[in-house]
């Protein structure tokens, strides 16, 4: 459920009408729900209810880093899952307790490990015995023990697209689990590290829980040799990764079947849980509101050309994502079309041969689904301005992120001397 409805004929998010927004913001424009992050993240907590202990939940800020993105989850007892430093900063500046933070990512730079030393984050998840060896060697110089899982490689294939497919044996991510006893023999006794525990995530927009079931029953086995050789095991985190449904009528595991299938799969660890979700809480809290620049005939379809650009959305243009697209005041009329963007490349198209609601000229409408992985992924391609972000809140809302103009973008750049 969400809280992007129609009301007296038109597309209201929560009490506010889209239309108010892009006459008093403009378009294209990221809109998101408060009251849909709020019941997303209450709706993921309460699927973990049946775990023994409460889990450890850490928003992957990747998904939508916006400050006040963060904010609101903090304040529903969120923490982060940060794979950067930019992102751990803006953890920080979100006001989520140090301890509350996971620093995941296969490419941690030295001072990215010192940041989070620094910081006094809750856990490193490391990703090969060379990164734990350098982090060991940062903690002990500085007096410091890191907190640290060990990511395993569980080699399955969670059924997604290859692109965010990360838990075959043959992906950059984790080590092999097979390699999990020797570099806990090895790492564990080094003075800088806690190595307390196992961290995985196989992938995103999972449609099956059988992945990653298969993937917790193989974490369980390490879980239990890596204790009969003597390691003290308290913290195991299960990363990231449930789907969410991008087209009307797509049904997904559901939370709540996602935490009986994890209360299932960990029977017994005794161990504090941890997770990693992103797309989950943010995907369909928000949407993407664009404007019809003008309606082109095509040779076959109409081509509805909307002010949102590739550079806005990635997805469907990186990984051919479907989002559904919905007219802002629908007439009832419906058109077969192609919807693309400004951008002078063909993989600026959203969708191909899709029936919509009829749009024409100045119209608006909206990219569904387009709080996790949108803002975050957009560039300034065609110099093109940074998109503007918005949180509703009833019948207030906030800019919660400025447009940046073209014109700031270009300010940051220099012509040297020599090419004067
Ligand atoms: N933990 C780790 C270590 C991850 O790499 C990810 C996502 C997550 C958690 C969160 O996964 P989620 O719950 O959101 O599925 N840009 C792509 C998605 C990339 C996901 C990368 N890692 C997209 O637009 O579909």
Redesign the pocket.
Known sequence: MDHFHIRDGQMHVEDVPLSRLAAEVGTPLYVYSRATFERHARVFREGLAGLDRPPQLAF?V??NPNLAVLGLLRREGYGA?V?SGGELARALKAGMPAPDIVF??VGKTTSELQQGLDAGIGQF?IESGEEGRELAAIAAARGQVAHCAL?VNPDVDAGT?D??S?GRADTK?GVPIGHAPQLFAELSRLPGLDLRGL?V?I????SELDPLEAAFAKLGDMLAKLRGAGHAITHMDL?????VPYRRGETLPEPAQYGAMVARATRGWDVQLMF?????I?GNAGVLLTRVIRVKRGLHNPFVIVDAAMNDL??PA??G?WHDFDAVSPTGERMLANIVGPICETGDTFATDREIDALGQDDLAVFRTAG??GAT?ASSYNSRGFVAEVMVDGADYAVVAERIAPDAIADAERVPDFLR
């Open positions: 992957a990747k998904a899952d794979v995941s990512g998840n990511r697209h692109k965010i990360t991510f961290a995530h992938g995103s927009q999972l990363g990231g990764g449930l789907g990693e979700p992103g797309r989950v943010a990635a997805r990186l990984y994502a996790a992985y992924m």
